[in-house]
Protein backbone atom coordinates (compact mmCIF):
# COMPACT_ATOMS: atom_id res chain seq x y z
CA UNK A 1 0.00 0.00 0.00
CA UNK A 2 1.32 3.25 -0.89
CA UNK A 3 1.11 6.29 1.74
CA UNK A 4 -1.99 7.77 0.22
CA UNK A 5 -4.05 4.48 0.56
CA UNK A 6 -2.90 4.29 4.29
CA UNK A 7 -3.90 8.12 4.97
CA UNK A 8 -7.08 7.65 3.53
CA UNK A 9 -7.67 4.48 5.45
CA UNK A 10 -6.68 5.79 8.81
CA UNK A 11 -8.94 8.98 7.51
CA UNK A 12 -12.10 6.97 7.11
CA UNK A 13 -11.15 4.99 10.95
CA UNK A 14 -10.82 8.19 12.08
CA UNK A 15 -14.43 9.50 11.10
CA UNK A 16 -15.61 6.19 12.22
CA UNK A 17 -14.71 6.22 15.76
CA UNK A 18 -15.10 9.99 15.95
CA UNK A 19 -18.61 9.45 14.95
CA UNK A 20 -19.33 6.32 16.85
CA UNK A 21 -18.32 8.13 19.81
CA UNK A 22 -20.59 11.06 19.59
CA UNK A 23 -23.80 8.14 19.35
CA UNK A 24 -21.87 6.30 22.21
CA UNK A 25 -22.34 9.56 24.55
CA UNK A 26 -25.27 10.35 22.83
CA UNK A 27 -23.93 13.63 21.78
CA UNK A 28 -25.61 13.05 18.00
CA UNK A 29 -28.09 10.72 17.30
CA UNK A 30 -27.48 7.56 14.73
CA UNK A 31 -30.41 9.19 12.60
CA UNK A 32 -27.98 12.05 11.83
CA UNK A 33 -24.54 10.51 12.75
CA UNK A 34 -25.38 7.97 10.08
CA UNK A 35 -26.21 9.94 6.75
CA UNK A 36 -22.93 12.80 7.80
CA UNK A 37 -20.66 9.31 8.00
CA UNK A 38 -21.80 8.15 5.14
CA UNK A 39 -21.01 11.57 3.28
CA UNK A 40 -17.72 11.80 4.66
CA UNK A 41 -16.67 8.48 4.33
CA UNK A 42 -16.45 8.48 0.48
CA UNK A 43 -15.06 11.84 0.22
CA UNK A 44 -11.97 11.04 2.11
CA UNK A 45 -11.43 7.50 -0.23
CA UNK A 46 -11.72 10.42 -3.54
CA UNK A 47 -15.35 10.45 -4.31
CA UNK A 48 -16.55 13.23 -6.24
CA UNK A 49 -19.82 14.78 -5.15
CA UNK A 50 -21.17 15.63 -8.51
CA UNK A 51 -20.23 14.80 -11.95
CA UNK A 52 -21.50 14.85 -15.41
CA UNK A 53 -21.24 11.60 -16.12
CA UNK A 54 -23.65 9.75 -14.90
CA UNK A 55 -22.17 6.47 -15.01
CA UNK A 56 -19.79 8.12 -12.16
CA UNK A 57 -20.39 6.78 -8.90
CA UNK A 58 -20.85 10.41 -7.03
CA UNK A 59 -21.66 11.20 -3.45
CA UNK A 60 -25.00 13.33 -4.58
CA UNK A 61 -26.20 10.56 -7.05
CA UNK A 62 -25.26 7.28 -5.76
CA UNK A 63 -24.52 7.61 -1.74
CA UNK A 64 -27.53 10.33 -1.46
CA UNK A 65 -30.51 9.92 -3.91
CA UNK A 66 -30.33 6.34 -4.30
CA UNK A 67 -28.63 5.28 -0.62
CA UNK A 68 -32.15 7.07 0.33
CA UNK A 69 -34.19 4.69 -1.63
CA UNK A 70 -31.86 1.30 -0.52
CA UNK A 71 -34.38 -0.24 1.89
CA UNK A 72 -37.41 1.25 0.64
CA UNK A 73 -38.75 -1.65 0.97
CA UNK A 74 -37.80 -2.19 4.35
CA UNK A 75 -39.58 1.05 5.39
CA UNK A 76 -42.52 -0.23 3.88
CA UNK A 77 -42.72 -3.46 5.51
CA UNK A 78 -42.03 -1.33 9.05
CA UNK A 79 -45.09 0.84 8.09
CA UNK A 80 -47.35 -2.00 7.93
CA UNK A 81 -45.93 -3.54 10.55
CA UNK A 82 -47.05 -0.67 13.03
CA UNK A 83 -49.88 -0.47 10.95
CA UNK A 84 -50.71 -3.98 12.03
CA UNK A 85 -49.50 -3.13 15.78
CA UNK A 86 -51.74 -0.18 15.63
CA UNK A 87 -54.58 -2.38 15.62
CA UNK A 88 -53.98 -5.39 17.68
CA UNK A 89 -54.22 -1.77 20.12
CA UNK A 90 -57.16 -0.22 19.42
CA UNK A 91 -58.98 -3.43 19.46
CA UNK A 92 -57.95 -4.21 22.72
CA UNK A 93 -56.18 -7.67 21.74
CA UNK A 94 -52.46 -6.47 23.76
CA UNK A 95 -54.51 -5.26 26.72
CA UNK A 96 -56.39 -8.13 26.36
CA UNK A 97 -53.29 -10.63 26.33
CA UNK A 98 -52.08 -8.81 29.35
CA UNK A 99 -54.93 -8.87 31.73
CA UNK A 100 -55.38 -12.58 31.05
CA UNK A 101 -51.30 -12.95 31.82
CA UNK A 102 -52.06 -11.71 35.35
CA UNK A 103 -55.25 -13.81 36.20
CA UNK A 104 -53.58 -16.67 35.09
CA UNK A 105 -50.55 -16.08 37.20
CA UNK A 106 -52.37 -14.99 40.32
CA UNK A 107 -50.62 -13.64 43.28
CA UNK A 108 -47.06 -15.29 42.26
CA UNK A 109 -44.47 -13.31 41.48
CA UNK A 110 -42.14 -15.81 40.06
CA UNK A 111 -45.42 -17.26 38.28
CA UNK A 112 -46.42 -13.52 37.54
CA UNK A 113 -42.74 -12.83 35.44
CA UNK A 114 -42.85 -16.13 33.85
CA UNK A 115 -46.50 -15.88 32.56
CA UNK A 116 -45.82 -12.00 31.50
CA UNK A 117 -42.36 -12.81 29.67
CA UNK A 118 -44.07 -15.40 27.65
CA UNK A 119 -47.58 -12.88 26.74
CA UNK A 120 -45.04 -10.19 25.89
CA UNK A 121 -42.99 -11.91 23.78
CA UNK A 122 -46.11 -12.83 21.75
CA UNK A 123 -47.00 -9.15 21.88
CA UNK A 124 -43.81 -7.50 20.79
CA UNK A 125 -43.46 -10.38 17.99
CA UNK A 126 -46.09 -8.53 16.24
CA UNK A 127 -44.81 -4.91 16.98
CA UNK A 128 -41.86 -3.62 19.04
CA UNK A 129 -42.56 -0.07 18.30
CA UNK A 130 -41.60 2.19 21.55
CA UNK A 131 -45.85 2.64 21.60
CA UNK A 132 -46.39 -0.87 22.26
CA UNK A 133 -43.78 -1.04 24.62
CA UNK A 134 -45.04 1.70 26.59
CA UNK A 135 -48.64 0.47 26.09
CA UNK A 136 -47.68 -3.04 27.95
CA UNK A 137 -44.74 -1.76 29.84
CA UNK A 138 -47.03 0.34 32.17
CA UNK A 139 -49.48 -2.09 32.78
CA UNK A 140 -46.64 -5.34 33.05
CA UNK A 141 -44.30 -3.07 35.44
CA UNK A 142 -46.70 -1.52 37.85
CA UNK A 143 -48.09 -5.21 38.39
CA UNK A 144 -44.70 -6.68 39.15
CA UNK A 145 -44.60 -3.74 41.82
CA UNK A 146 -47.43 -4.64 43.51
CA UNK A 147 -46.61 -7.96 43.42
CA UNK A 148 -43.15 -7.45 45.64
CA UNK A 149 -40.69 -7.03 42.40
CA UNK A 150 -38.20 -4.91 42.73
CA UNK A 151 -38.17 -1.91 40.17
CA UNK A 152 -35.40 -2.90 38.63
CA UNK A 153 -36.34 -6.75 38.02
CA UNK A 154 -39.92 -4.94 36.63
CA UNK A 155 -37.87 -3.49 33.95
CA UNK A 156 -35.71 -6.65 33.22
CA UNK A 157 -38.84 -8.36 32.76
CA UNK A 158 -40.45 -6.45 29.97
CA UNK A 159 -37.03 -5.44 28.05
CA UNK A 160 -36.00 -9.26 28.07
CA UNK A 161 -39.65 -10.51 26.53
CA UNK A 162 -38.94 -7.78 24.23
CA UNK A 163 -35.67 -8.64 23.19
CA UNK A 164 -36.84 -12.09 22.48
CA UNK A 165 -39.98 -11.04 20.54
CA UNK A 166 -37.93 -9.01 18.33
CA UNK A 167 -36.25 -11.86 16.71
CA UNK A 168 -39.81 -12.59 15.48
CA UNK A 169 -41.04 -9.13 14.03
CA UNK A 170 -41.16 -9.24 10.31
CA UNK A 171 -39.88 -5.67 9.97
CA UNK A 172 -36.43 -7.14 10.95
CA UNK A 173 -36.46 -9.97 8.49
CA UNK A 174 -37.36 -7.50 5.66
CA UNK A 175 -34.33 -5.24 6.62
CA UNK A 176 -31.74 -8.60 6.64
CA UNK A 177 -32.89 -9.43 3.03
CA UNK A 178 -32.81 -6.35 1.79
CA UNK A 179 -29.17 -6.47 3.25
CA UNK A 180 -27.78 -9.79 2.42
CA UNK A 181 -30.55 -11.14 0.59
CA UNK A 182 -31.96 -14.03 2.72
CA UNK A 183 -35.11 -14.94 1.58
CA UNK A 184 -37.59 -13.81 4.31
CA UNK A 185 -39.10 -17.54 4.80
CA UNK A 186 -35.74 -18.27 5.75
CA UNK A 187 -35.22 -15.69 8.21
CA UNK A 188 -38.37 -16.92 9.67
CA UNK A 189 -36.80 -20.57 10.55
CA UNK A 190 -33.55 -19.28 11.19
CA UNK A 191 -35.03 -16.73 14.16
CA UNK A 192 -37.39 -19.83 15.17
CA UNK A 193 -34.38 -22.05 15.85
CA UNK A 194 -32.57 -18.69 17.10
CA UNK A 195 -34.80 -18.18 19.28
CA UNK A 196 -34.74 -21.02 21.64
CA UNK A 197 -31.87 -21.21 23.35
CA UNK A 198 -32.43 -17.03 23.93
CA UNK A 199 -35.67 -18.02 25.53
CA UNK A 200 -34.24 -20.40 28.09
CA UNK A 201 -31.54 -18.29 29.11
CA UNK A 202 -33.74 -14.97 29.26
CA UNK A 203 -35.65 -17.13 31.62
CA UNK A 204 -33.23 -18.28 33.57
CA UNK A 205 -32.60 -14.75 34.45
CA UNK A 206 -35.95 -13.79 34.75
CA UNK A 207 -35.81 -16.59 37.48
CA UNK A 208 -32.52 -15.76 38.82
CA UNK A 209 -33.49 -12.17 39.32
CA UNK A 210 -36.92 -12.64 40.90
CA UNK A 211 -35.47 -15.41 43.49
CA UNK A 212 -33.12 -13.02 44.43
CA UNK A 213 -34.99 -10.25 44.68
CA UNK A 214 -35.78 -8.30 47.62
CA UNK A 215 -39.71 -9.01 48.68
CA UNK A 216 -40.97 -5.37 49.65
CA UNK A 217 -44.91 -4.82 48.91
CA UNK A 218 -45.71 -1.91 47.92
CA UNK A 219 -48.97 0.48 45.98
CA UNK A 220 -48.15 1.61 42.62
CA UNK A 221 -49.58 5.33 42.28
CA UNK A 222 -51.71 3.98 38.70
CA UNK A 223 -54.91 2.12 40.28
CA UNK A 224 -53.98 -1.19 37.90
CA UNK A 225 -56.77 -3.13 38.84
CA UNK A 226 -59.56 -0.55 38.47
CA UNK A 227 -57.75 -0.17 34.63
CA UNK A 228 -57.96 -3.61 34.35
CA UNK A 229 -61.52 -4.17 35.01
CA UNK A 230 -62.35 -1.44 32.60
CA UNK A 231 -61.44 -2.47 29.78
CA UNK A 232 -63.13 -3.41 26.57
CA UNK A 233 -64.18 -7.52 26.51
CA UNK A 234 -62.43 -9.38 23.26
CA UNK A 235 -63.43 -12.24 21.08
CA UNK A 236 -60.56 -14.94 22.59
CA UNK A 237 -60.24 -15.99 19.56
CA UNK A 238 -58.68 -12.58 18.80
CA UNK A 239 -56.03 -13.08 21.41
CA UNK A 240 -54.02 -15.18 18.64
CA UNK A 241 -53.56 -11.98 16.17
CA UNK A 242 -49.94 -11.20 17.25
CA UNK A 243 -49.05 -14.40 16.17
CA UNK A 244 -50.50 -14.29 13.22
CA UNK A 245 -48.08 -12.74 10.78
CA UNK A 246 -45.50 -15.08 11.69
CA UNK A 247 -47.43 -18.25 11.15
CA UNK A 248 -48.68 -16.85 7.62
CA UNK A 249 -44.79 -16.25 6.67
CA UNK A 250 -43.33 -19.58 8.10
CA UNK A 251 -46.27 -21.67 6.84
CA UNK A 252 -46.79 -20.68 3.39
CA UNK A 253 -43.59 -18.23 2.21
CA UNK A 254 -45.59 -15.12 1.21
CA UNK A 255 -43.64 -11.83 1.88
CA UNK A 256 -44.04 -9.59 4.92
CA UNK A 257 -46.72 -6.96 3.19
CA UNK A 258 -49.17 -9.27 1.68
CA UNK A 259 -48.83 -11.60 5.31
CA UNK A 260 -49.57 -8.49 7.30
CA UNK A 261 -52.44 -7.47 5.04
CA UNK A 262 -54.05 -10.55 5.37
CA UNK A 263 -53.04 -10.94 8.93
CA UNK A 264 -55.35 -7.10 9.56
CA UNK A 265 -57.78 -8.75 8.17
CA UNK A 266 -57.79 -12.15 10.25
CA UNK A 267 -57.04 -9.51 13.15
CA UNK A 268 -60.64 -7.50 12.47
CA UNK A 269 -62.83 -10.30 11.61
CA UNK A 270 -61.88 -12.46 14.75
CA UNK A 271 -62.70 -8.72 17.11
CA UNK A 272 -64.82 -7.38 15.20
CA UNK A 273 -64.57 -3.66 16.37
CA UNK A 274 -67.85 -1.54 16.35
CA UNK A 275 -65.70 0.81 13.19
CA UNK A 276 -63.71 -1.42 11.26
CA UNK A 277 -62.68 1.75 8.97
CA UNK A 278 -61.91 4.02 11.81
CA UNK A 279 -59.91 1.60 13.71
CA UNK A 280 -57.66 0.93 10.08
CA UNK A 281 -57.47 4.72 9.34
CA UNK A 282 -56.36 5.98 12.70
CA UNK A 283 -54.35 2.85 13.20
CA UNK A 284 -52.30 3.84 9.71
CA UNK A 285 -51.98 7.64 10.38
CA UNK A 286 -50.64 6.51 14.12
CA UNK A 287 -48.37 3.54 13.10
CA UNK A 288 -46.45 6.04 10.29
CA UNK A 289 -45.98 8.88 13.36
CA UNK A 290 -44.72 5.91 16.11
CA UNK A 291 -41.84 4.98 13.43
CA UNK A 292 -41.19 7.72 11.50
CA UNK A 293 -37.67 8.16 13.59
CA UNK A 294 -36.79 4.50 12.44
CA UNK A 295 -37.87 5.11 9.23
CA UNK A 296 -35.40 8.24 8.87
CA UNK A 297 -32.96 5.87 10.78
CA UNK A 298 -33.53 3.29 7.64
CA UNK A 299 -32.81 6.27 5.18
CA UNK A 300 -29.57 6.84 7.40
CA UNK A 301 -28.44 2.72 7.01
CA UNK A 302 -29.13 2.88 3.43
CA UNK A 303 -27.35 6.24 2.45
CA UNK A 304 -24.35 4.40 4.98
CA UNK A 305 -24.81 1.56 2.81
CA UNK A 306 -24.06 3.13 -0.43
CA UNK A 307 -21.41 4.77 0.85
CA UNK A 308 -19.72 1.40 1.72
CA UNK A 309 -19.95 0.08 -0.80
CA UNK A 310 -18.68 2.46 -3.21
CA UNK A 311 -15.96 1.40 -5.35
CA UNK A 312 -13.11 3.96 -3.90
CA UNK A 313 -14.56 3.24 -0.28
CA UNK A 314 -14.10 -0.55 -0.66
CA UNK A 315 -10.91 -0.66 -2.87
CA UNK A 316 -9.51 1.35 0.53
CA UNK A 317 -11.06 -0.92 3.25
CA UNK A 318 -11.18 -4.24 1.84
CA UNK A 319 -7.46 -5.15 3.28
CA UNK A 320 -8.19 -4.02 6.71
CA UNK A 321 -11.05 -5.91 6.47
CA UNK A 322 -10.07 -9.55 4.82
CA UNK A 323 -7.49 -9.30 7.71
CA UNK A 324 -9.63 -9.18 10.57
CA UNK A 325 -12.54 -11.34 9.21
CA UNK A 326 -12.64 -14.87 10.70
CA UNK A 327 -11.81 -17.82 8.61
CA UNK A 328 -13.04 -20.39 10.28
CA UNK A 329 -15.87 -21.90 12.27
CA UNK A 330 -13.86 -21.31 15.77
CA UNK A 331 -12.50 -17.77 14.97
CA UNK A 332 -15.81 -16.52 13.64
CA UNK A 333 -17.45 -17.68 16.58
CA UNK A 334 -15.24 -16.14 19.53
CA UNK A 335 -14.61 -13.34 17.21
CA UNK A 336 -18.27 -11.98 17.12
CA UNK A 337 -19.59 -14.07 20.78
CA UNK A 338 -16.39 -11.67 22.77
CA UNK A 339 -17.12 -8.49 20.76
CA UNK A 340 -20.94 -8.65 20.84
CA UNK A 341 -20.81 -5.39 23.35
CA UNK A 342 -20.15 -3.84 19.92
CA UNK A 343 -23.62 -3.92 19.02
CA UNK A 344 -24.23 -1.01 22.10
CA UNK A 345 -24.34 2.47 21.49
CA UNK A 346 -25.13 2.25 17.63
CA UNK A 347 -21.72 0.32 17.56
CA UNK A 348 -20.10 -1.81 14.64
CA UNK A 349 -22.08 -4.84 15.27
CA UNK A 350 -25.79 -2.91 15.61
CA UNK A 351 -27.82 -3.71 12.29
CA UNK A 352 -29.66 -0.49 13.23
CA UNK A 353 -26.21 1.75 13.39
CA UNK A 354 -22.91 1.02 12.13
CA UNK A 355 -23.32 -2.48 11.58
CA UNK A 356 -25.32 -1.90 8.63
CA UNK A 357 -22.29 -1.08 7.01
CA UNK A 358 -19.72 -3.00 8.23
CA UNK A 359 -21.98 -5.84 7.46
CA UNK A 360 -21.46 -4.99 3.98
CA UNK A 361 -17.84 -4.54 3.75
CA UNK A 362 -17.72 -7.92 5.95
CA UNK A 363 -19.36 -9.75 2.48
CA UNK A 364 -16.70 -7.92 0.45
CA UNK A 365 -14.31 -9.06 2.62
CA UNK A 366 -15.43 -12.63 1.80
CA UNK A 367 -17.85 -13.62 4.82
CA UNK A 368 -20.71 -15.02 3.28
CA UNK A 369 -24.34 -13.33 3.61
CA UNK A 370 -25.44 -16.11 5.61
CA UNK A 371 -22.37 -15.90 8.30
CA UNK A 372 -22.83 -11.87 8.47
CA UNK A 373 -26.89 -12.37 8.74
CA UNK A 374 -26.61 -15.07 11.75
CA UNK A 375 -23.56 -13.04 13.50
CA UNK A 376 -25.65 -9.56 13.24
CA UNK A 377 -28.67 -10.91 14.89
CA UNK A 378 -26.94 -12.87 17.47
CA UNK A 379 -24.87 -9.67 18.79
CA UNK A 380 -28.64 -8.23 18.72
CA UNK A 381 -29.04 -9.80 21.44
CA UNK A 382 -27.10 -8.05 23.65
CA UNK A 383 -28.19 -4.66 21.83
CA UNK A 384 -31.96 -5.81 22.32
CA UNK A 385 -32.06 -5.84 26.02
CA UNK A 386 -28.83 -4.07 27.58
CA UNK A 387 -28.31 -0.99 25.29
CA UNK A 388 -28.53 2.42 27.21
CA UNK A 389 -29.39 4.41 23.94
CA UNK A 390 -32.68 1.88 23.23
CA UNK A 391 -35.36 4.21 23.67
CA UNK A 392 -37.70 1.16 25.45
CA UNK A 393 -35.01 1.01 27.83
CA UNK A 394 -34.40 4.62 28.34
CA UNK A 395 -38.42 4.82 29.24
CA UNK A 396 -38.38 1.86 31.08
CA UNK A 397 -35.94 2.60 33.37
CA UNK A 398 -37.55 6.38 33.54
CA UNK A 399 -40.67 4.99 34.38
CA UNK A 400 -40.45 2.76 37.02
CA UNK A 401 -37.13 4.98 38.50
CA UNK A 402 -34.13 2.74 37.45
CA UNK A 403 -30.61 3.76 36.10
CA UNK A 404 -30.71 2.84 32.37
CA UNK A 405 -27.27 1.90 33.14
CA UNK A 406 -27.54 -0.23 36.03
CA UNK A 407 -30.04 -2.31 33.50
CA UNK A 408 -26.92 -2.61 31.25
CA UNK A 409 -24.60 -3.93 34.30
CA UNK A 410 -27.48 -6.56 35.68
CA UNK A 411 -27.91 -7.56 31.88
CA UNK A 412 -25.41 -7.86 29.46
CA UNK A 413 -23.72 -11.00 31.38
CA UNK A 414 -26.70 -12.95 30.25
CA UNK A 415 -26.91 -11.15 27.22
CA UNK A 416 -23.84 -12.48 26.39
CA UNK A 417 -23.96 -16.46 27.15
CA UNK A 418 -27.00 -15.90 24.77
CA UNK A 419 -24.79 -14.85 21.90
CA UNK A 420 -22.51 -16.65 22.83
CA UNK A 421 -25.07 -20.13 22.51
CA UNK A 422 -26.26 -18.59 19.15
CA UNK A 423 -22.85 -18.13 17.74
CA UNK A 424 -22.02 -21.74 18.47
CA UNK A 425 -25.06 -22.80 16.32
CA UNK A 426 -24.41 -20.15 14.10
CA UNK A 427 -20.56 -21.30 13.38
CA UNK A 428 -22.16 -24.95 12.66
CA UNK A 429 -24.82 -23.64 10.27
CA UNK A 430 -22.79 -20.93 8.65
CA UNK A 431 -20.24 -23.23 7.80
Known sequence: ????????????????????????????????????????????????????DKSTFTIANNVLTQGSL????????????????????????????????????????????????????????????????????????????????????????????HALGSLFAVSGWALMHDLYGIPVADMARYATIFAIPAAIIYITMVVWMVKRDVVVRKAWSMPVADNLSKRKQVNPLALISPLVPVIIIFAFKIEVVPAIVLSLVICLLLAMPKRPTHVLVSSLVEGIQNVAGAIGLMVGIGILLNAVTAPQVSLVLKPLIESIIPGSPLTYILFFSILSPLALYRGPLNSYGLGSGLGVLMLGGGLSPLATMLALRSASLVQGLSDPTNTHNVWSSDFAKVDVNEILRKTLPWAMVAVLVSMLMAGYIAF
Do not use: N, Q, Y
Not at 25 to 51: D, E, N, Q, Y
Not at 108 to 113: D, F, G, H, S, V
Open 1 to 52: MDMLHIIRICAILVIFLLFSGLMMTRKMPAILALPVMAILMPLVAGVPIFSE
Open 70 to 161: RLGATIVALIFGAWFGEVLKKVGVTEALVRKAAELSGDKPLTMAIVFFIIGTVIFSSSDGLGMVILVGSIIIPILLTAGLSPLTSCIVLLAC
